[in-house]
Protein backbone atom coordinates (compact mmCIF):
# COMPACT_ATOMS: atom_id res chain seq x y z
CA UNK A 1 0.00 0.00 0.00
CA UNK A 2 1.47 3.30 -0.88
CA UNK A 3 2.20 5.56 1.89
CA UNK A 4 -0.03 8.73 0.95
CA UNK A 5 -2.81 5.90 1.54
CA UNK A 6 -1.49 4.35 4.56
CA UNK A 7 -1.70 8.07 6.17
CA UNK A 8 -5.14 8.93 4.75
CA UNK A 9 -6.59 5.82 6.37
CA UNK A 10 -4.61 6.52 9.42
CA UNK A 11 -6.19 10.06 9.74
CA UNK A 12 -9.45 8.64 8.81
CA UNK A 13 -9.18 6.07 12.07
CA UNK A 14 -8.20 9.08 14.46
CA UNK A 15 -11.25 11.04 13.41
CA UNK A 16 -13.24 8.89 13.77
CA UNK A 17 -12.47 7.51 17.29
CA UNK A 18 -11.90 11.80 18.01
CA UNK A 19 -15.51 11.77 16.83
CA UNK A 20 -16.53 9.37 18.93
CA UNK A 21 -14.78 10.05 22.06
CA UNK A 22 -16.56 13.53 21.43
CA UNK A 23 -19.83 12.23 21.52
CA UNK A 24 -19.24 10.20 24.73
CA UNK A 25 -17.93 13.46 26.19
CA UNK A 26 -21.01 14.96 25.11
CA UNK A 27 -23.34 12.60 26.38
CA UNK A 28 -21.86 11.79 30.17
CA UNK A 29 -20.83 15.37 30.73
CA UNK A 30 -22.48 17.91 28.79
CA UNK A 31 -25.83 16.35 29.04
CA UNK A 32 -25.45 13.78 32.12
CA UNK A 33 -27.57 16.17 34.44
CA UNK A 34 -30.52 16.03 32.30
CA UNK A 35 -30.43 12.28 31.40
CA UNK A 36 -30.12 11.60 35.16
CA UNK A 37 -33.22 13.69 35.58
CA UNK A 38 -34.89 12.16 33.19
CA UNK A 39 -34.20 8.36 33.90
CA UNK A 40 -35.09 9.73 37.53
CA UNK A 41 -38.49 11.07 36.42
CA UNK A 42 -39.48 7.56 34.90
CA UNK A 43 -39.22 6.16 38.30
CA UNK A 44 -41.62 8.61 39.82
CA UNK A 45 -45.29 8.03 40.29
CA UNK A 46 -47.93 10.85 41.19
CA UNK A 47 -50.64 9.51 42.44
CA UNK A 48 -53.52 11.82 42.98
CA UNK A 49 -55.50 12.54 46.43
CA UNK A 50 -58.74 12.73 46.63
CA UNK A 51 -60.27 15.39 48.71
CA UNK A 52 -63.07 14.22 51.07
CA UNK A 53 -66.37 15.94 49.45
CA UNK A 54 -68.97 18.71 51.57
CA UNK A 55 -71.76 17.43 53.15
CA UNK A 56 -75.33 18.46 52.19
CA UNK A 57 -77.09 19.30 55.69
CA UNK A 58 -80.38 20.45 56.25
CA UNK A 59 -81.41 23.51 58.44
CA UNK A 60 -80.37 22.48 61.55
CA UNK A 61 -77.56 21.04 60.55
CA UNK A 62 -78.88 17.23 60.31
CA UNK A 63 -76.78 15.56 57.54
CA UNK A 64 -78.67 14.71 54.47
CA UNK A 65 -75.76 13.92 52.38
CA UNK A 66 -72.52 12.98 54.38
CA UNK A 67 -69.47 10.31 53.88
CA UNK A 68 -68.14 6.92 55.27
CA UNK A 69 -65.07 5.51 54.40
CA UNK A 70 -65.61 1.84 52.87
CA UNK A 71 -63.62 -0.76 50.77
CA UNK A 72 -64.02 -0.05 47.04
CA UNK A 73 -63.40 -1.82 43.87
CA UNK A 74 -62.32 0.13 41.10
CA UNK A 75 -61.64 -0.39 37.19
CA UNK A 76 -59.14 1.69 35.46
CA UNK A 77 -60.91 1.92 32.10
CA UNK A 78 -57.84 3.04 30.18
CA UNK A 79 -55.93 0.09 31.31
CA UNK A 80 -58.59 -2.20 30.62
CA UNK A 81 -58.50 -0.53 26.84
CA UNK A 82 -55.15 -1.17 26.12
CA UNK A 83 -55.17 -5.11 26.81
CA UNK A 84 -55.52 -7.69 23.94
CA UNK A 85 -59.34 -8.06 24.55
CA UNK A 86 -60.36 -4.96 25.62
CA UNK A 87 -59.97 -6.28 29.30
CA UNK A 88 -62.98 -8.72 28.96
CA UNK A 89 -61.16 -11.73 30.40
CA UNK A 90 -60.22 -9.05 33.43
CA UNK A 91 -63.75 -8.23 33.89
CA UNK A 92 -65.05 -11.93 33.53
CA UNK A 93 -62.40 -12.86 36.36
CA UNK A 94 -63.67 -9.61 38.48
CA UNK A 95 -67.16 -10.67 38.10
CA UNK A 96 -66.41 -14.12 39.44
CA UNK A 97 -65.09 -12.81 42.19
CA UNK A 98 -68.09 -10.02 43.15
CA UNK A 99 -70.20 -12.29 42.31
CA UNK A 100 -71.63 -10.19 39.40
CA UNK A 101 -72.52 -10.99 36.04
CA UNK A 102 -69.63 -9.45 33.23
CA UNK A 103 -72.18 -7.66 31.78
CA UNK A 104 -73.03 -5.95 34.85
CA UNK A 105 -69.84 -4.83 35.61
CA UNK A 106 -68.89 -4.23 31.97
CA UNK A 107 -71.86 -1.43 31.77
CA UNK A 108 -70.53 0.27 34.93
CA UNK A 109 -66.76 0.88 33.31
CA UNK A 110 -68.72 1.92 29.73
CA UNK A 111 -67.33 5.47 29.06
CA UNK A 112 -69.89 8.08 27.81
CA UNK A 113 -70.18 9.14 24.49
CA UNK A 114 -71.82 10.66 21.74
CA UNK A 115 -72.86 6.86 20.52
CA UNK A 116 -73.10 5.29 24.21
CA UNK A 117 -76.53 5.07 26.17
CA UNK A 118 -77.04 5.02 29.59
CA UNK A 119 -75.76 3.85 31.65
CA UNK A 120 -72.33 4.65 31.24
CA UNK A 121 -69.55 6.13 33.08
CA UNK A 122 -69.70 10.23 32.98
CA UNK A 123 -66.33 11.29 35.11
CA UNK A 124 -62.82 11.39 33.39
CA UNK A 125 -61.77 7.86 31.71
CA UNK A 126 -58.59 8.27 33.69
CA UNK A 127 -60.29 8.35 36.93
CA UNK A 128 -60.52 5.00 38.48
CA UNK A 129 -64.46 3.83 38.64
CA UNK A 130 -65.73 2.04 41.46
CA UNK A 131 -68.01 -0.84 40.42
CA UNK A 132 -68.02 -2.51 43.77
CA UNK A 133 -68.49 -0.83 47.46
CA UNK A 134 -68.04 -2.69 50.97
CA UNK A 135 -66.66 -5.80 49.75
CA UNK A 136 -65.53 -8.13 52.19
CA UNK A 137 -61.95 -8.35 53.34
CA UNK A 138 -61.48 -11.90 51.59
CA UNK A 139 -62.46 -10.48 48.20
CA UNK A 140 -60.52 -7.30 48.80
CA UNK A 141 -57.59 -9.87 49.36
CA UNK A 142 -57.85 -11.83 46.83
CA UNK A 143 -57.75 -8.68 44.54
CA UNK A 144 -55.15 -7.36 45.77
CA UNK A 145 -52.63 -10.28 45.63
CA UNK A 146 -54.10 -11.67 42.49
CA UNK A 147 -52.74 -8.35 40.38
CA UNK A 148 -51.39 -10.55 37.91
CA UNK A 149 -55.48 -11.26 37.21
CA UNK A 150 -56.49 -8.27 37.51
CA UNK A 151 -54.62 -5.42 35.74
CA UNK A 152 -56.22 -2.59 35.92
CA UNK A 153 -58.06 -3.75 39.23
CA UNK A 154 -57.74 -1.92 42.65
CA UNK A 155 -59.04 -2.42 45.73
CA UNK A 156 -58.81 1.03 48.24
CA UNK A 157 -60.63 2.70 51.26
CA UNK A 158 -62.31 5.66 49.80
CA UNK A 159 -65.05 7.61 51.43
CA UNK A 160 -68.24 7.16 49.58
CA UNK A 161 -71.75 9.34 49.83
CA UNK A 162 -74.01 7.93 52.08
CA UNK A 163 -77.72 9.33 52.44
CA UNK A 164 -79.29 8.93 56.02
CA UNK A 165 -82.76 9.54 55.16
CA UNK A 166 -82.64 7.23 51.93
CA UNK A 167 -85.09 8.20 49.13
CA UNK A 168 -85.99 11.16 51.06
CA UNK A 169 -85.67 14.16 48.92
CA UNK A 170 -83.31 12.24 46.62
CA UNK A 171 -84.09 14.44 43.81
CA UNK A 172 -83.30 17.37 45.23
CA UNK A 173 -79.71 16.10 46.85
CA UNK A 174 -78.57 14.44 43.49
CA UNK A 175 -75.67 12.02 43.40
CA UNK A 176 -72.21 11.75 42.48
CA UNK A 177 -70.53 9.62 39.64
CA UNK A 178 -66.77 9.48 40.23
CA UNK A 179 -65.53 13.02 41.82
CA UNK A 180 -68.15 14.95 40.20
CA UNK A 181 -71.98 15.99 41.46
CA UNK A 182 -74.14 15.12 38.64
CA UNK A 183 -77.74 16.18 39.48
CA UNK A 184 -79.88 18.22 42.09
CA UNK A 185 -77.82 20.23 44.84
CA UNK A 186 -74.72 17.88 44.30
CA UNK A 187 -74.80 18.97 40.78
CA UNK A 188 -75.51 22.98 41.39
CA UNK A 189 -73.15 22.96 44.30
CA UNK A 190 -70.30 20.67 43.02
CA UNK A 191 -67.48 23.64 42.96
CA UNK A 192 -68.49 24.34 46.62
CA UNK A 193 -68.76 20.51 47.43
CA UNK A 194 -65.92 18.78 45.80
CA UNK A 195 -62.51 20.29 47.74
CA UNK A 196 -59.37 20.70 45.90
CA UNK A 197 -57.46 17.27 44.93
CA UNK A 198 -53.89 16.72 46.58
CA UNK A 199 -51.03 14.84 44.97
CA UNK A 200 -48.32 12.49 46.11
CA UNK A 201 -45.15 11.72 44.46
CA UNK A 202 -43.53 8.20 44.88
CA UNK A 203 -40.71 6.13 43.68
CA UNK A 204 -41.04 3.13 42.37
CA UNK A 205 -38.39 0.18 41.33
CA UNK A 206 -38.23 -1.15 38.21
CA UNK A 207 -40.93 -3.76 39.12
CA UNK A 208 -43.70 -0.75 39.79
CA UNK A 209 -43.00 -0.79 43.64
CA UNK A 210 -43.31 2.38 45.99
CA UNK A 211 -39.89 2.49 47.47
CA UNK A 212 -40.90 5.96 49.09
CA UNK A 213 -42.91 8.88 49.40
CA UNK A 214 -40.87 11.80 47.31
CA UNK A 215 -43.40 15.06 47.57
CA UNK A 216 -46.97 15.15 49.33
CA UNK A 217 -49.31 17.90 48.78
CA UNK A 218 -52.61 17.22 50.81
CA UNK A 219 -56.13 17.66 49.41
CA UNK A 220 -58.68 20.14 50.77
CA UNK A 221 -61.53 19.24 51.59
CA UNK A 222 -64.53 20.12 50.01
CA UNK A 223 -66.96 23.02 51.78
CA UNK A 224 -70.68 22.19 53.73
CA UNK A 225 -73.78 23.41 51.99
CA UNK A 226 -76.32 24.27 54.31
CA UNK A 227 -79.73 24.12 53.31
CA UNK A 228 -83.50 25.33 53.90
CA UNK A 229 -84.85 22.03 54.22
CA UNK A 230 -86.03 20.57 56.76
CA UNK A 231 -85.33 17.19 57.34
CA UNK A 232 -88.77 16.45 59.46
CA UNK A 233 -90.46 18.31 57.85
CA UNK A 234 -89.00 16.33 54.60
CA UNK A 235 -90.00 13.43 56.39
CA UNK A 236 -93.44 14.26 57.07
CA UNK A 237 -94.29 15.36 53.62
CA UNK A 238 -92.85 12.28 51.79
CA UNK A 239 -95.04 9.88 53.80
CA UNK A 240 -98.28 12.39 53.16
CA UNK A 241 -97.90 12.05 49.71
CA UNK A 242 -96.95 8.38 49.83
CA UNK A 243 -100.47 7.94 52.17
CA UNK A 244 -101.88 10.23 49.61
CA UNK A 245 -100.58 7.89 46.53
CA UNK A 246 -102.15 4.70 48.29
CA UNK A 247 -104.89 6.17 49.36
CA UNK A 248 -105.93 7.40 45.99
CA UNK A 249 -104.86 4.93 43.62
CA UNK A 250 -102.39 7.66 42.36
CA UNK A 251 -99.18 6.81 40.63
CA UNK A 252 -97.29 9.77 41.44
CA UNK A 253 -97.18 13.20 43.45
CA UNK A 254 -95.52 15.95 44.81
CA UNK A 255 -95.34 18.51 48.16
CA UNK A 256 -93.56 21.42 48.15
CA UNK A 257 -93.30 23.66 51.35
CA UNK A 258 -92.10 27.12 50.90
CA UNK A 259 -91.58 29.61 53.31
CA UNK A 260 -94.07 32.52 51.94
CA UNK A 261 -92.01 35.42 53.38
CA UNK A 262 -88.57 34.47 51.63
CA UNK A 263 -89.00 31.87 48.83
CA UNK A 264 -86.63 29.11 50.83
CA UNK A 265 -87.29 25.74 50.25
CA UNK A 266 -88.51 23.56 53.42
CA UNK A 267 -89.32 20.51 51.48
CA UNK A 268 -89.50 19.21 47.93
CA UNK A 269 -91.24 15.48 48.32
CA UNK A 270 -91.86 13.87 45.02
CA UNK A 271 -92.62 10.16 44.60
CA UNK A 272 -91.72 7.76 42.79
CA UNK A 273 -88.67 8.08 44.32
CA UNK A 274 -84.99 6.24 45.00
CA UNK A 275 -82.25 5.50 47.11
CA UNK A 276 -79.37 7.70 45.70
CA UNK A 277 -76.87 5.28 47.08
CA UNK A 278 -77.49 3.23 44.38
CA UNK A 279 -74.93 5.40 42.21
CA UNK A 280 -72.41 4.60 44.48
CA UNK A 281 -70.87 1.52 42.88
CA UNK A 282 -72.52 2.49 39.36
CA UNK A 283 -75.99 1.59 38.13
CA UNK A 284 -76.71 -1.05 35.39
CA UNK A 285 -79.00 -1.17 32.49
CA UNK A 286 -81.77 -2.94 34.25
CA UNK A 287 -81.44 -0.84 37.31
CA UNK A 288 -80.94 2.83 35.09
CA UNK A 289 -84.35 1.83 33.71
CA UNK A 290 -86.30 1.44 36.50
CA UNK A 291 -85.06 4.47 38.13
CA UNK A 292 -87.32 7.28 38.77
CA UNK A 293 -85.58 10.17 37.83
CA UNK A 294 -88.15 12.71 37.31
CA UNK A 295 -88.42 15.08 40.40
CA UNK A 296 -92.10 15.33 40.64
CA UNK A 297 -91.91 18.99 42.10
CA UNK A 298 -89.72 21.09 39.71
CA UNK A 299 -90.11 18.58 36.59
CA UNK A 300 -93.94 17.71 36.71
CA UNK A 301 -96.07 19.71 34.78
CA UNK A 302 -99.89 19.24 34.96
CA UNK A 303 -102.69 21.22 34.28
CA UNK A 304 -103.80 23.56 37.52
CA UNK A 305 -107.55 23.54 37.66
CA UNK A 306 -109.07 25.81 39.59
CA UNK A 307 -106.28 26.68 41.61
CA UNK A 308 -105.59 29.10 38.62
CA UNK A 309 -108.93 31.16 39.62
CA UNK A 310 -106.59 33.38 41.84
CA UNK A 311 -104.60 34.16 38.78
CA UNK A 312 -108.40 35.00 36.82
CA UNK A 313 -109.44 36.77 39.94
CA UNK A 314 -107.08 39.08 39.62
CA UNK A 315 -107.01 39.69 36.01
CA UNK A 316 -110.99 40.10 36.19
CA UNK A 317 -109.63 43.05 38.66
CA UNK A 318 -106.92 44.04 36.49
CA UNK A 319 -109.66 44.48 34.03
CA UNK A 320 -112.72 46.75 35.84
CA UNK A 321 -114.85 44.08 37.20
CA UNK A 322 -115.42 44.47 40.85
CA UNK A 323 -114.53 41.94 43.27
CA UNK A 324 -117.49 42.60 45.43
CA UNK A 325 -120.21 42.83 42.53
CA UNK A 326 -122.69 39.54 42.27
CA UNK A 327 -122.66 37.37 39.09
CA UNK A 328 -124.90 34.50 38.46
CA UNK A 329 -123.05 31.22 38.90
CA UNK A 330 -125.23 28.69 36.40
CA UNK A 331 -124.71 25.34 35.68
CA UNK A 332 -123.48 26.09 32.38
CA UNK A 333 -122.38 28.88 30.23
CA UNK A 334 -122.39 28.93 26.45
CA UNK A 335 -119.18 29.67 24.01
CA UNK A 336 -120.19 30.05 20.23
CA UNK A 337 -122.01 26.49 20.10
CA UNK A 338 -120.64 24.19 22.80
CA UNK A 339 -122.09 24.55 27.06
CA UNK A 340 -119.31 24.95 29.23
CA UNK A 341 -120.33 23.00 32.59
CA UNK A 342 -120.10 24.16 35.99
CA UNK A 343 -118.42 21.74 38.03
CA UNK A 344 -121.03 18.92 38.43
CA UNK A 345 -123.12 21.32 36.54
CA UNK A 346 -123.72 22.49 39.86
CA UNK A 347 -126.11 26.07 40.02
CA UNK A 348 -124.92 28.01 42.57
CA UNK A 349 -126.93 31.30 41.92
CA UNK A 350 -125.53 34.63 42.30
CA UNK A 351 -122.59 35.03 44.22
CA UNK A 352 -119.25 37.80 44.54
CA UNK A 353 -115.88 36.30 43.53
CA UNK A 354 -115.57 35.57 47.18
CA UNK A 355 -118.01 32.98 46.51
CA UNK A 356 -116.70 32.07 43.35
CA UNK A 357 -113.23 31.27 45.11
CA UNK A 358 -114.30 29.59 47.78
CA UNK A 359 -117.38 27.54 46.30
CA UNK A 360 -115.18 26.91 43.05
CA UNK A 361 -117.46 28.30 40.59
CA UNK A 362 -116.35 27.89 36.51
CA UNK A 363 -119.11 29.26 35.19
CA UNK A 364 -118.11 33.03 36.19
CA UNK A 365 -114.94 32.62 35.22
CA UNK A 366 -115.92 31.10 31.41
CA UNK A 367 -118.31 34.07 31.32
CA UNK A 368 -115.55 36.76 32.03
CA UNK A 369 -113.02 35.16 30.14
CA UNK A 370 -115.42 35.10 26.76
CA UNK A 371 -115.99 38.62 27.54
CA UNK A 372 -112.64 39.92 27.72
CA UNK A 373 -111.56 37.67 24.24
CA UNK A 374 -114.83 39.66 22.54
CA UNK A 375 -112.83 42.87 23.53
CA UNK A 376 -109.83 41.98 22.70
CA UNK A 377 -108.07 41.75 25.79
CA UNK A 378 -105.07 39.56 26.87
CA UNK A 379 -105.61 39.98 30.87
CA UNK A 380 -106.16 36.59 31.79
CA UNK A 381 -102.64 35.79 29.90
CA UNK A 382 -100.80 38.75 30.60
CA UNK A 383 -101.90 38.44 34.59
CA UNK A 384 -100.98 34.88 34.73
CA UNK A 385 -97.47 35.63 33.23
CA UNK A 386 -97.22 38.34 36.43
CA UNK A 387 -97.94 35.34 38.56
CA UNK A 388 -94.51 33.71 37.41
CA UNK A 389 -96.45 30.56 35.05
CA UNK A 390 -95.12 29.53 31.52
CA UNK A 391 -91.53 30.41 32.92
CA UNK A 392 -88.48 28.76 35.30
CA UNK A 393 -88.89 30.20 38.75
CA UNK A 394 -84.97 29.99 38.43
CA UNK A 395 -84.65 27.60 41.60
CA UNK A 396 -80.87 26.34 42.40
CA UNK A 397 -81.73 22.89 40.87
CA UNK A 398 -81.42 21.73 37.67
CA UNK A 399 -83.90 20.74 34.94
CA UNK A 400 -86.62 22.45 35.95
CA UNK A 401 -90.00 22.94 33.77
CA UNK A 402 -91.27 26.27 32.31
CA UNK A 403 -94.86 25.06 32.27
CA UNK A 404 -96.97 26.50 29.54
CA UNK A 405 -99.15 29.51 29.54
CA UNK A 406 -100.89 29.49 25.91
CA UNK A 407 -101.96 32.27 23.96
CA UNK A 408 -103.12 33.62 20.71
CA UNK A 409 -99.16 33.15 19.30
CA UNK A 410 -98.75 30.18 20.87
CA UNK A 411 -101.79 28.64 19.81
CA UNK A 412 -101.15 29.92 16.49
CA UNK A 413 -97.32 28.38 15.88
CA UNK A 414 -98.63 25.44 17.24
CA UNK A 415 -100.79 24.95 14.93
CA UNK A 416 -98.27 25.80 11.59
CA UNK A 417 -96.15 22.86 13.20
CA UNK A 418 -98.73 20.48 13.57
CA UNK A 419 -101.19 21.19 11.11
CA UNK A 420 -99.90 18.82 8.12
CA UNK A 421 -100.27 15.79 11.09
CA UNK A 422 -103.74 17.01 12.21
CA UNK A 423 -105.23 16.95 8.41
CA UNK A 424 -103.97 13.80 8.20
CA UNK A 425 -105.29 12.18 11.24
CA UNK A 426 -108.50 14.28 10.23
CA UNK A 427 -108.99 11.61 7.08
CA UNK A 428 -107.51 8.57 8.88
CA UNK A 429 -108.21 8.58 12.61
CA UNK A 430 -106.18 6.71 15.20
CA UNK A 431 -107.12 3.43 13.63
CA UNK A 432 -104.23 1.73 15.75
CA UNK A 433 -105.53 3.13 19.34
CA UNK A 434 -107.18 0.34 21.14
CA UNK A 435 -109.20 2.55 22.86
CA UNK A 436 -111.96 3.56 20.60
CA UNK A 437 -113.16 6.46 22.92
CA UNK A 438 -109.70 8.09 22.84
CA UNK A 439 -109.19 7.59 19.13
CA UNK A 440 -112.59 9.54 18.59
CA UNK A 441 -112.16 12.51 20.87
CA UNK A 442 -108.20 12.55 18.84
CA UNK A 443 -109.78 12.31 15.83
CA UNK A 444 -112.28 15.55 16.36
CA UNK A 445 -109.46 17.73 18.18
CA UNK A 446 -107.37 16.82 14.85
CA UNK A 447 -110.63 18.15 12.33
CA UNK A 448 -110.70 21.29 14.84
CA UNK A 449 -107.08 21.68 13.91
CA UNK A 450 -107.25 21.10 10.73
CA UNK A 451 -110.03 23.75 9.89
CA UNK A 452 -109.12 25.94 12.57
CA UNK A 453 -106.56 27.78 11.38
CA UNK A 454 -104.63 28.01 14.76
CA UNK A 455 -106.53 30.91 15.49
CA UNK A 456 -107.71 31.38 19.85
CA UNK A 457 -111.32 31.32 19.96
CA UNK A 458 -113.43 32.09 22.97
CA UNK A 459 -113.88 28.55 24.21
CA UNK A 460 -110.18 28.54 24.58
CA UNK A 461 -110.20 31.60 26.45
CA UNK A 462 -113.19 29.93 28.78
CA UNK A 463 -110.63 26.90 29.68
CA UNK A 464 -107.82 29.19 30.09
CA UNK A 465 -109.45 30.82 33.29
CA UNK A 466 -110.22 27.55 35.07
CA UNK A 467 -106.59 26.25 34.57
CA UNK A 468 -107.23 23.80 31.62
CA UNK A 469 -106.69 23.78 27.94
CA UNK A 470 -103.16 23.81 27.58
CA UNK A 471 -102.07 25.50 31.02
CA UNK A 472 -99.76 23.74 32.38
CA UNK A 473 -97.79 24.56 36.10
CA UNK A 474 -95.20 22.55 38.08
CA UNK A 475 -96.03 22.48 42.07
CA UNK A 476 -92.97 24.99 42.43
CA UNK A 477 -94.88 27.66 40.23
CA UNK A 478 -97.71 27.45 41.53
CA UNK A 479 -96.14 27.08 45.34
CA UNK A 480 -94.43 30.42 44.37
CA UNK A 481 -97.38 31.93 43.19
CA UNK A 482 -98.98 31.37 46.36
CA UNK A 483 -96.46 32.58 48.38
CA UNK A 484 -96.96 35.27 46.61
CA UNK A 485 -100.01 36.00 47.37
CA UNK A 486 -99.98 35.22 50.78
CA UNK A 487 -96.69 37.97 51.69
CA UNK A 488 -98.54 40.65 49.88
CA UNK A 489 -97.05 40.38 46.33
CA UNK A 490 -93.49 39.21 46.03
CA UNK A 491 -92.16 36.96 43.79
CA UNK A 492 -89.05 35.15 44.71
CA UNK A 493 -86.37 33.10 42.80
CA UNK A 494 -86.62 29.73 44.96
CA UNK A 495 -83.10 28.47 46.91
CA UNK A 496 -82.27 25.21 48.54
CA UNK A 497 -79.01 26.44 49.75
CA UNK A 498 -78.88 28.13 52.70
CA UNK A 499 -74.90 29.05 53.13
CA UNK A 500 -71.65 27.47 52.05
CA UNK A 501 -69.40 27.00 55.25
CA UNK A 502 -65.95 25.55 55.25
CA UNK A 503 -65.06 22.92 57.09
CA UNK A 504 -63.66 25.05 60.17
CA UNK A 505 -67.26 26.37 60.69
CA UNK A 506 -66.44 29.77 58.83
CA UNK A 507 -69.20 31.17 56.80
CA UNK A 508 -68.22 31.34 52.80
CA UNK A 509 -71.15 32.18 51.20
CA UNK A 510 -75.13 33.31 52.54
CA UNK A 511 -77.59 32.34 49.94
CA UNK A 512 -80.06 34.66 49.45
CA UNK A 513 -83.54 34.05 47.29
CA UNK A 514 -83.59 36.65 44.33
CA UNK A 515 -86.77 38.54 44.06
CA UNK A 516 -88.12 37.85 40.68
CA UNK A 517 -90.97 40.46 40.39
CA UNK A 518 -94.23 41.35 41.99
CA UNK A 519 -97.93 39.95 41.23
CA UNK A 520 -99.76 42.03 39.19
CA UNK A 521 -102.60 43.38 41.82
CA UNK A 522 -102.99 45.37 43.83
CA UNK A 523 -102.71 44.61 48.07
CA UNK A 524 -106.69 45.43 47.97
CA UNK A 525 -107.25 42.21 45.59
CA UNK A 526 -104.31 40.19 47.42
CA UNK A 527 -106.29 40.67 50.73
CA UNK A 528 -109.48 39.92 48.80
CA UNK A 529 -108.14 36.86 47.33
CA UNK A 530 -106.34 35.87 51.00
CA UNK A 531 -109.80 36.62 52.78
CA UNK A 532 -111.76 34.40 50.32
CA UNK A 533 -109.20 31.36 50.80
CA UNK A 534 -109.42 31.83 54.20
CA UNK A 535 -113.02 30.24 54.27
CA UNK A 536 -112.29 27.61 51.56
CA UNK A 537 -111.19 25.00 54.23
CA UNK A 538 -113.55 25.85 56.66
CA UNK A 539 -116.88 25.91 54.78
CA UNK A 540 -115.65 25.65 51.06
CA UNK A 541 -114.04 22.89 48.60
CA UNK A 542 -111.82 21.51 51.25
CA UNK A 543 -114.54 21.60 54.07
CA UNK A 544 -114.41 18.59 54.28
CA UNK A 545 -110.60 17.27 54.38
CA UNK A 546 -110.06 19.89 57.16
CA UNK A 547 -112.94 19.05 59.29
CA UNK A 548 -111.92 19.26 62.92
CA UNK A 549 -108.20 21.18 61.91
CA UNK A 550 -107.39 23.13 64.56
CA UNK A 551 -107.47 26.66 62.70
CA UNK A 552 -106.79 28.36 66.35
CA UNK A 553 -103.24 27.20 66.57
CA UNK A 554 -102.73 27.44 62.63
CA UNK A 555 -105.14 29.34 59.98
CA UNK A 556 -104.76 27.63 57.02
CA UNK A 557 -106.43 29.39 54.19
CA UNK A 558 -105.87 26.93 50.42
CA UNK A 559 -107.96 26.43 47.14
CA UNK A 560 -108.84 23.26 46.00
CA UNK A 561 -108.10 22.01 42.03
CA UNK A 562 -109.24 19.16 40.14
CA UNK A 563 -108.21 19.52 36.46
CA UNK A 564 -109.42 16.97 33.88
CA UNK A 565 -107.74 15.12 31.12
CA UNK A 566 -109.63 13.06 28.67
CA UNK A 567 -108.85 9.56 29.11
CA UNK A 568 -107.23 9.85 32.34
CA UNK A 569 -108.44 9.95 36.17
CA UNK A 570 -108.28 13.93 37.10
CA UNK A 571 -105.27 15.36 38.61
CA UNK A 572 -106.04 16.57 42.72
CA UNK A 573 -104.56 19.98 43.89
CA UNK A 574 -104.89 21.74 47.17
CA UNK A 575 -102.47 25.10 47.47
CA UNK A 576 -102.61 26.56 50.61
CA UNK A 577 -100.45 28.71 53.08
CA UNK A 578 -100.97 30.11 57.13
CA UNK A 579 -99.81 33.35 58.75
CA UNK A 580 -97.91 31.81 61.24
CA UNK A 581 -95.81 29.49 60.84
CA UNK A 582 -95.37 31.50 57.34
CA UNK A 583 -95.23 28.29 54.79
CA UNK A 584 -96.85 27.89 51.82
CA UNK A 585 -97.84 23.82 50.98
CA UNK A 586 -98.89 22.63 47.95
CA UNK A 587 -99.30 19.42 46.79
CA UNK A 588 -100.55 17.24 43.72
CA UNK A 589 -101.50 13.58 42.87
CA UNK A 590 -101.10 12.79 39.58
CA UNK A 591 -104.87 10.87 38.77
CA UNK A 592 -105.72 11.40 41.80
CA UNK A 593 -109.22 12.38 41.69
CA UNK A 594 -111.14 15.58 43.17
CA UNK A 595 -108.60 17.99 44.68
CA UNK A 596 -110.92 17.87 48.00
CA UNK A 597 -110.70 14.10 48.44
CA UNK A 598 -106.78 13.54 47.31
CA UNK A 599 -104.80 16.61 47.21
CA UNK A 600 -106.40 18.22 50.54
CA UNK A 601 -106.05 15.35 53.18
CA UNK A 602 -102.28 15.13 52.41
CA UNK A 603 -101.86 19.01 52.91
CA UNK A 604 -103.74 18.80 55.74
CA UNK A 605 -101.60 15.91 57.08
CA UNK A 606 -98.59 18.25 56.50
CA UNK A 607 -99.55 21.08 58.11
CA UNK A 608 -100.88 18.84 61.09
CA UNK A 609 -96.98 17.09 61.26
CA UNK A 610 -95.74 20.94 61.27
CA UNK A 611 -98.14 21.97 64.02
CA UNK A 612 -96.65 18.65 65.99
CA UNK A 613 -93.18 20.09 65.77
CA UNK A 614 -93.99 23.19 66.89
CA UNK A 615 -95.64 21.76 69.69
CA UNK A 616 -92.96 19.91 70.86
CA UNK A 617 -90.27 22.60 71.40
Known amino acids: MPRARLLVLRLLVVAMVATLVGRLWFLQVVSGAEYVRAAADVRIRTVPVAPVRGQIVDVAGRPLVTNRTRPVVTVDAVALAHQPDGGRSVLERLGEVLDQPYRQIAEKVRLCGPEVAQPCWQGSPYEPIPVAEDVTAPVALQISERQQDFPGVRTELRPVRVYPFGAAAAHTLGYVQGAQGRDGLEGVYDRELAGRPGRRDVAVDNTGQVTRTLREEP ?54 SYDPAVWTDGVTAREYKRLPLLSQAVQGEWAPGSTWKVSSVAAAANAGYGLGAFYD ?45 QRGSEAMEKTARGFGFGKRTGVDLPGEAAGAVPDRASKKALWQATRE ?121 AEEAFKGFPFGKVAVAGKTGTAESFGHRDTSWFASFAPDPAYTVVVVLSEGGRGGEGAAPAARDIWEGIIGLRERR
Open 329 to 373: CPSGYTVGNRVFRNFASADLGLMTMHGALVESCDTIFYRLADQLW
Open 219 to 272: PVPGNTLVTSLDSRIQTIAEQAVARALAASGAKSGAAVVMESQTGRLVALAGLP
Open 421 to 541: ESCRRAVKGYPEMADRGRAAYLTAIAKENCRGAGVWRGGDAANFSIGQGGVLVTPLQLARAYAAVANGGTLHSPRVGLKVVKPDGTTVTTITPPVAGRLPASAETLRFIRNALSQVPRKGT
